[in-house]
């Protein structure tokens, strides 16, 4: 790790919300939940593409959004370079997951 943490104050997280948004319109996906924390993100998605396409694509929106801001330093890098991405099959888990998301996730 060649930078601190990146913490997402308020503008930081309604600005990466607005970008998840946005991207979500662009694209055709359907966004069924969004939390957006100090530290990351959770999202439950809709969409026909990889589910590494739609966090990167995340990650890209909401840099931009995030660089023109100018909060931070040109080269502040605000996320990791991978994430966590998975599938839910079932209409159970999604609900659960939606449920996690809004709920649970702190």
């Not at 994430?83 to 996690?100: C, D, N, V």
């Amino acid at each position: 790790m060649d930078q601190a943490p990146y913490h997402l104050d308020q503008i930081r997280r309604d600005a990466v919300l607005e970008a998840i948004q946005e991207v979500c319109e662009q694209r055709g996906w359907s966004l069924l939940a969004a939390h957006v924390r100090s530290n990351h993100a959770h999202t439950v998605m809709q969409a026909e593409v990889p589910p590494e396409r739609v966090m990167n694509d995340f990650k890209a929106y909401a840099r931009r959004r995030l660089n023109r801001l100018r909060l931070d330093a040109p080269d502040r890098k605000p996320w990791a370079r991978h994430g966590s991405t998975r599938f839910l099959w079932k209409p159970e888990h999604i609900s659960a997951a939606i449920q996690y998301v809004l709920e649970g996730a702190g």
